[in-house]
């Protein structure tokens, strides 16, 4: 049993910025004592003195640390209900010209997926959307836009089709004109300021690691960065209780709307 993880946690967010007291502690430190554990190293201060000694070794606990489990078209009933009522009313409301962004983005999955979904209703040339991520591994991946068959599993096979090349049996690259249209950038959502003025912002699957405290911060943060009537889109297991105390009414399962 490791000791004095709340030193511990001092020494990484002096390191990383990542502050782990914003998330679940029982479920992190689990995850953390097991990374350690494979390497042999038997204290937390050895740790961190490795972390700051070996590039190879910080890149690989940042990206253990941040949650990357991601695939292109996640709960395809939500995509659907996206593409026939939500996207319909961001225009009606704000025009074709709308600012998304796409928070904890991972791997890219989903800014190319929304890329797609918007060309169905706009030339590729006037799709721009900001994707974000405090992981800087996962940002280099989600720009080289390297999937394996699985992550495209549920995505519709017209979009496959069309802006996918196989690269062999299990791997897919995507087209350069999708990667054109989104934006990646590192940022922290626990300290870094927010886009303003969003007519949508889609964060899934991501809070579901933070605190309760941490969790309606953000969601606030959010509302913050919103357009009134803008919407806030969340991963099926992230509903939020009661939107109305942050600013929000429920549009749709799933979705915001800022009030």
Known sequence: MLNNYEAFKEEVF????????????????????????KHGI????????????DKNMFDEFVNY?????????????????????ILPYLFDSFGKNIKIWSAACSTGDEPYSLVM???????????KVIATDIDKQVLDKARMGLYND??????????????????NDRAY??????????????HNLLKDEYPMNCD??????????????AKNDIYMKFNRSLK????????????????QMLGYSSHKSFFYKKV
Do not use: H
């Not at 910025?17 to 554990?37: T, V």
């Not at 699985?150 to 690269?167: G, H, Q, R, T, W």
């Not at 690259?173 to 590192?186: G, L, P, R, T, W």
């Open 14 to 37: 002096r390191l990383t910025r990542i502050d782990l007291n914003a998330y679940k502690e029982r479920q992190m430190k689990r995850r953390i004592d097991a990374l350690i554990a």
């Open 42 to 53: 038997k204290s937390y201060p050895d740790y961190v003195n490795v972390l700051k000694q």
């Open 65 to 85: 640390l941040t949650i990357n489990v991601s695939e292109f078209y996640r709960n395809p009933e939500q995509w659907a209900l996206l593409e026939k009522e």
């Open 117 to 127: 979904l918007l060309s169905k209703f706009m030339p590729l040339n006037k799709i």
């Open 150 to 167: 699985k992550s495209l599993k549920a995505l519709p096979k017209e979009f496959i089709d069309k802006y996918f090349n196989k690269v």
């Open 173 to 186: 690259q995507i087209n350069d004109s999708i990667k054109a249209c989104v934006e990646f950038k590192q």
């Open 200 to 213: 949508l912002i889609i964060c899934r699957n991501v809070l579901i690691y933070f605190t309760e405290e």
């Open 228 to 243: 009134k009537d803008g919407i806030l889109f969340v991963g099926s297991t992230e509903q939020i209780i009661q939107p």
